[in-house]
């Protein structure tokens, strides 16, 4: 059965003229700011898939973001271990098969200090160490402030207690994320080496997990960033991100089929795509006068919302019995401007 439906989205893949990348809006010089979304984009530029970058800015805490759809299929983040494995494991593109002499046990362990060290030592900068102010340009910008705010602080506290990070064992914490991140940054220079990738002189799906990491770090991170410091030693890993964005992410790289770029259109569920055959090109509505039902019913809309956001705040307001050093998103030390 699953061999089946795996066999139903390669043959959908082959068939799709032109796939849909859904991921967050650009900023900081990238395609999209998302650090999960990120390393999704790159694999497809590697992979040389054609493809087109749609902006979801909705619901920015969801997590099936980033998403890639083709035919009728769709490959959700939240799904079958993401969209890279998905991709791999149903063999529409797999970069690592290239690498047969490779040992697997090499890659898997490269790509877990990745996934685990490095990415945990990002999501501690960004939620934890930073004002506020990156993830607000990433996630909540295109929110109204009460709503923003309470996601950032939400997905603060969430941050801070999938590291284990509690007031008392802060500065603990600290030490051991950044003595990991250079560690692993310290093994993915040995691997790379003066190569151009880290495994041969081919890309693996481990290439664009830590250059989708390496680019938000250098080119997100302020200057007084811990981390970007920490990476800005070791110069092949500085070298091999900055080739690679050349090559993967400056704007003459869709003329050379490696995906490009559309105008960011909002988005919160996945769009059905156009019949077999034709590319995907959202056609332009025409503006017609609503009805007084219509207008009824989108004054009924706003009003839901905003006492939704009431009872949201009255909630906060009232959660007085909370421990303050959860709802202090000041235990980490903030950038000095």
Not at 68 to 88: D, P, S
Not at 265 to 287: C, E, F, I, N, Q
Request: hydrophobic share 40%.
């Amino acid at each position: 059965m699953a061999s089946a439906a795996a066999a139903a989205a390669a043959a959908e893949w082959e068939e799709a003229d032109r796939k849909v990348l859904v991921a967050r809006k650009p900023a900081f010089g990238l395609p999209t700011a998302c650090p999960t979304c990120l390393p999704v984009l790159l694999y497809l530029r590697m992979c040389k898939v054609p493809f087109d970058i749609h902006v979801d800015s909705s619901f920015p805490d969801a997590d099936h973001i980033p998403y890639v759809e083709f035919g009728e299929c769709v490959a959700f983040n939240n799904e079958k271990g993401g969209v890279i494995e998905y991709l791999k494991e149903g063999k529409i593109i797999d970069l690592n098969s290239k690498h047969p002499s490779v040992s697997y046990s090499d890659v898997l362990s490269t790509k877990a200090m990745v996934s685990t060290w490095l990415s945990d030592a990002l999501q501690y900068e960004l939620w934890a160490v930073t004002d506020g102010s990156i993830p607000h340009d990433i996630y909540f910008s295109d929110l109204p402030w009460p709503i923003g705010k309470i996601l950032y602080w939400k997905k603060t506290r969430e941050v801070k207690q999938q590291l284990g990070i509690t007031k008392l064992n802060a500065a603990e914490k600290e030490e051991e994320i950044y003595q990991k991140a250079n560690a692993a940054y310290d093994a993915l220079s040995t691997r790379l080496g003066d190569q151009i990738f880290l495994f041969d002189n081919s890309p693996t799906d481990v290439d664009a997990l830590f250059l989708g990491h390496a680019l938000f770090v250098l080119n997100a991170l302020p200057d007084t960033s811990v981390l970007r410091s920490c990476l800005q030693k070791y110069d092949n890993l500085v070298n091999f991100t900055e080739h690679l964005k050349v090559q993967l992410l400056e704007p003459d790289s869709s003329a050379t089929g490696l995906g490009s770029s559309t105008d960011p259109s909002s988005s919160s569920t996945p769009r059905k795509r156009a019949s077999s055959g034709r590319s995907y090109k959202p056609k332009p509505r025409a503006k017609k006068e609503r009805t007084e039902e219509e207008k009824t019913f989108r004054r009924r809309s706003k009003y839901f919302l905003a006492t939704q956001l009431v009872a949201v705040l009255i909630f906060l307001s009232l959660m007085g019995g909370v421990d303050s050093s959860e709802l202090d998103v000041e235990d980490g030390v903030y950038y000095e401007d």
